[in-house]
C-alpha cells in the first residue's frame, strides 16, 4: 500500500503525536509498504537515513518558546507539485491542523479512504490559549467537523473516545491504541546518566516525562511531593522535559522548599539516557488527566518502573491499583497518600509491581497492533 500519515508535528518534535506518527511510518515500511510523512518543514536531519519519504511545506515558529511549528500548505506551490506526484491508496491523518486539512484535500481530490485519529483533549488546548469558553467551544464545532469528513475514526483509548463524543461528535469510534518500542537497557549509559543529573542512589526516585506544563496537573505533583517532604521523607523528583511552565513549576518547587529535591532535566534526545532514567527510578508519577494513552507511561513500564495514575484518567485504564501500578484520587492528599503507600512497600513488593507493569502495560509497535493497523487499512482501500 501507499500510505500518507498526515500530522502537523513531527520529528524533531518529540510529543506523542510527533512520536506516534514516527512509529507508524517506520513499522509500515518495515512491513513493505510505501509510507508519505506530510507535515510542516522542520530540521528533521538526514533523510536518507528514514525508511519512508518526508513531504513538508513552509512552516514557521509560534513562539521562540514553543517548538511546534505551523505552515500554509496551500500556498506552497512546491508542496502542492510533490503531491500531485504521489499516488497514495490511503491518507490517515493525525491532527485537525493544516497538514490535517492536507489530507482532507487529497483524500477528497483524489477519492481515497481518509482515517482520523483522535489524539489530543483540545477544548482544553483552546482553553489554555484563549481562556475564552466562547472561542473554545467553537473551536471544538470546528474540530468535530474535521473528524465527520473522515471515512472512518480512531481514539487511541476509551477515555479520548469518550472525550470525542463529549465534544458532539455521534458516530462509531474504533479504539486504536497506541505501542511502544521495547529497548534493551544500555546498563553502561546508568552511570553516566546518575552522573549526569547528580541522582543520590541513597533516597527514592520519582519522575515525571514530558512537556513542563501545568495542563499535565503538575501542581499536583509538587504540592504532593511537598507533603513528603513535611512528613520527612527524603527523596528526589526528576521531572525531564521543556515546556511553557518550567520556570513556573522550579519557582512553585522553591516556595514548596523543594530546591534540595527537585532535578529538572531540559528536554532529553538520547533515548539511552531516558531509558536509563526510568530504569533507575523508583516511582514514575504521572498525574495527568490531560494526555490520551501516554506513551511515556508505557516507556516507563518497559523498565519496570511502576506509574502513579488518577482515576478515570486515560492512563488508569491500563492500571489495576496495587498490581501493576497504583490508581488514586485527583487531591494533593491522595496523590501524596499513594506515593507514601508505594515506598512503604518492602523491595520485593515493589520489583513485583514493577514487573507486571512491564509484562501487562506496553504493546509491542511491531507486533500484532501493528497487523490490525495494516489490516483495517486494506480493508478500507479493498485490497
Same mark, same amino acid.
Given at each position: ?66 517548538? =511546534?511549528?505551523?505552515?500554509? &500548505?496551500?500556498?506552497?506551490?512546491? !508542496?502542492? &507539485? ?41 477544548? &482544553? ?105 513535611? &512528613? ?34 531540559? @528536554? ?15 516511582? !514514575? ?18 523498565? @519496570? ?36 503507600? !508505594? ?21 509491542? =509497535? ?18
Amino acid at each position: 500500500m501507499k500510505i500518507g500519515e498526515f500530522s502537523d508535528s513531527f520529528i524533531p518534535i518529540v510529543d506523542g503525536v510527533a512520536r506516534v506518527v514516527k512509529a507508524y511510518a517506520d513499522n509500515l515500511s518495515a512491513r513493505g509498504d510505501e509510507v508519505y510523512v506530510i507535515t510542516p518543514m522542520d530540521d528533521t536531519g538526514y533523510r536518507g537515513r528514514f525508511p519512508f519519504e518526508i513531504v513538508d511545506f513552509r512552516s514557521f515558529s509560534i513562539k521562540d518558546d514553543i517548538p =511546534w511549528k505551523v505552515g500554509f &500548505d496551500q500556498i506552497d506551490r512546491h !508542496f502542492a &507539485d510533490r503531491m500531485k506526484m504521489i499516488d497514495l491508496d490511503i491518507c490517515h491523518v493525525h491532527s485537525p491542523g493544516f497538514a490535517g486539512h492536507a489530507g482532507i484535500q487529497y483524500a477528497k481530490s483524489h477519492k481515497v479512504p481518509l482515517v482520523g485519529s483522535f489524539h489530543s483533549k483540545y477544548y &482544553d488546548d483552546f482553553m489554555m490559549v484563549t481562556h475564552s469558553r466562547a472561542i473554545s467551544k467553537f473551536g471544538i464545532k470546528v474540530v468535530v467537523d474535521f473528524y465527520n469528513r473522515c471515512d472512518e475514526v480512531w481514539a487511541v483509548s476509551e477515555n479520548a473516545a469518550q472525550t470525542l463524543k463529549d465534544y458532539g461528535f455521534n458516530r462509531e469510534i474504533a479504539v486504536m491504541p497506541n505501542g511502544t518500542e521495547r529497548r534493551i537497557i544500555n546498563l553502561q549509559k546508568v552511570p553516566e546518566t546518575v552522573e549526569r543529573f547528580k541522582i543520590r542512589a541513597d533516597v527514592p526516585v520519582l519522575l515525571f516525562v514530558g512537556q513542563i506544563n501545568f495542563k499535565k496537573n503538575l501542581r499536583r505533583t509538587v504540592e504532593a511531593c511537598s507533603l513528603l517532604k513535611k &512528613d520527612g521523607t527524603d527523596f528526589q523528583l526528576v521531572m525531564a522535559g521543556m515546556g511553557p511552565d518550567a520556570e513556573a513549576v522550579r519557582n512553585l518547587a522553591e516556595s514548596k522548599g523543594l530546591s534540595e529535591n527537585l532535578i529538572m532535566t531540559g @528536554h532529553i534526545n538520547d533515548s539511552e539516557i531516558l531509558d536509563s532514567l526510568y530504569y533507575i527510578s523508583d516511582l !514514575f508519577v504521572f498525574p495527568s488527566i490531560y494526555d490520551n494513552a501516554p506513551m511515556v507511561l508505557r516507556e516507563a513500564a518497559c523498565q @519496570h518502573t511502576p506509574a502513579l495514575v488518577i482515576r478515570g484518567s486515560s492512563s488508569s485504564e491500563v492500571i489495576t491499583d496495587m498490581v501493576n501500578g497504583l490508581v488514586t484520587e485527583d487531591t494533593n492528599i491522595d496523590v501524596y497518600r499513594a506515593i507514601k503507600k !508505594f515506598l512503604s512497600l518492602d523491595a520485593d513488593a515493589q520489583k513485583k509491581m514493577g514487573d507486571n507493569a512491564c509484562n501487562t502495560i506496553p504493546r509491542d =509497535w511491531n507486533g500484532p497492533l501493528m497487523d490490525d493497523i495494516r489490516n483495517r487499512y486494506r480493508a478500507l482501500v479493498g485490497c
